[in-house]
């Protein structure tokens, strides 16, 4: 007969699975690290560029989640939850992210239509090994939900969100789990 601390036990180890399987891939998806509770942390923490990477918080997606990034004709990379991204051959992954368009101050600079996003998952070459496009129209913050399955095995791959025009586009709330 189970007692109550098996049953327990047995939750507690379904529990556990259940939660390994959709572990969050992507280290500060939401820009909002704080060095004063995560001591040696920011803002950028996870995150790099070839540029320094703009974090700002004007018209935040919310209060509780003032800052985010902007990318324009530039790359962002994320070095993944543990310092790299586990990326198995076959294995579909769910992004999901909000963005925004930002508009030009001055109305030359505006530009109409839609604004591409290249989002990918690179080898340690820089290579794709999974990728996906998003179309950013309007100008509120939009919960993009993607999948993606990967082309090659590569234990140490990071997260590529690729700018392809000068339009600037905001990048909020970065999210990449096993399928």
Request: glycine share 6%.
């Amino acid at each position: 007969m189970m007692n109550i601390k098996h049953l327990y036990l047995l939750f507690m180890m379904v529990f556990a699975a259940a939660t390994a399987h959709a572990q969050e891939l992507i280290k500060n998806g939401d820009f909002e690290l704080n060095p004063r509770v995560e001591r040696g942390t920011n803002a950028t923490t996870g995150w790099d560029s070839r540029k320094p990477v703009v974090v700002t918080h004007v018209d935040p997606i919310s209060a509780d989640n003032p800052h985010y990034a902007v990318i324009c004709c530039d790359t962002l990379y994320n070095e993944g939850a543990g310092g790299a991204i586990d990326v198995v051959d076959g294995t579909k992954y769910d992004l999901k992210i909000a963005l925004r368009n930002i508009p030009a101050i001055k109305a030359e600079n505006r530009t109409e239509g839609n604004k591409l996003l290249i989002i990918q998952l690179i080898d340690e070459q820089c290579k794709p090994i999974a990728e996906t496009t998003i179309r950013v129209k309007g100008q509120g913050w939009q919960q993009f939900c993607r999948q993606f399955t990967a082309s090659a095995t590569c234990a140490k791959a990071r997260l590529a969100i690729i700018g392809t025009s000068c339009a600037k586009i905001a990048i909020d709330k970065v999210s990449i789990k096993k399928h």
